[in-house]
Every structure is written in C-alpha cells, then in structure tokens.
C-alpha cells in the first residue's frame, strides 16, 4: 500500500506564504506524478499543480506566478510554495499522487488534506 502524508498548512493574512509538503512512502515500485488540488467549500476540487518525475511541471491559471512546485524524487515528496496569498486560495489542499506498486499499473492515490486558510 501507499501512504501519502502531507504537512504545511495553516492560517496565513493576504500576501503572506506557505510551504505545503506531501511524503509519499509505501511499496512504491514507480512514481509517475505527483501534485497538489485544492477544495473550496460548495466547489469542485480543482487541480493546482502537476509535477512529473522528470520535472515538468503544469500550473491552474489562477496561480502561475504566484505558486511553485516541486519535486524530490529521492525522498518521493512534493512540494507547493504558495506565495502573495488570496482569500481565493482559501481551500483544503489535497496532494495527489499517481504510483505504481508493481509494474505497469499506476493508480491514483490521495492525501488527507490540509487546510489553507487566508484572512484579508
């Protein structure tokens, strides 16, 4: 099995940064993605940054310039620097992973969730 653990969030004013971090541990045989979505109350969850094993990485048009991602294939964690925060960006931050376990047959995996919050 495959565990994700994340850690980060928190009650941060407007303007202000985070660093959210999810470790992913288990019998992982391949690791494929991993990324971060994001929850608002009464919204659908949305995708807020995809980063692959090789780096690239895929940004929600709502955070491009403001967020980053990244990636340490060597201790498979994924990381979000969130900076000059919006009240917006208020949400349950959800670290996704996509993990083989055994050849050939990666599968979604989900985070608990960590709570974001920005005050104006």
């Known amino acids: 099995q495959v565990q994700l653990v994340e850690s980060g969030g928190g009650l941060v004013q407007a303007g202000g940064s985070l660093r959210l971090s999810c470790a992913a541990s288990?019998?992982?045989?391949?690791?494929?993605?991993m990324g971060w979505y994001r929850q608002a109350p009464g919204k659908q969850r949305e995708l807020v940054a995809l980063?692959?094993?090789?780096?690239?990485?895929n940004y929600a048009n709502s955070v491009k310039g403001r967020f980053t991602g990244s990636m340490d294939t060597a201790k498979n964690t994924v990381y979000l620097q969130m900076s000059s925060l919006k009240p917006d960006d208020t949400a349950v931050y959800y670290c996704?992973?996509?993990?083989?376990?055994?050849?050939?047959?990666?599968?979604?995996?989900w985070g608990q969730g960590t709570q974001v919050t920005v005050s104006s």
């Open positions: 980063i692959t094993n090789g780096g690239s990485t």
């Open positions: 996704n992973a996509v993990i083989a376990t055994v050849p050939l047959t990666p599968r979604n995996y």
């Open positions: 288990g019998s992982i045989f391949r690791l494929y993605t």
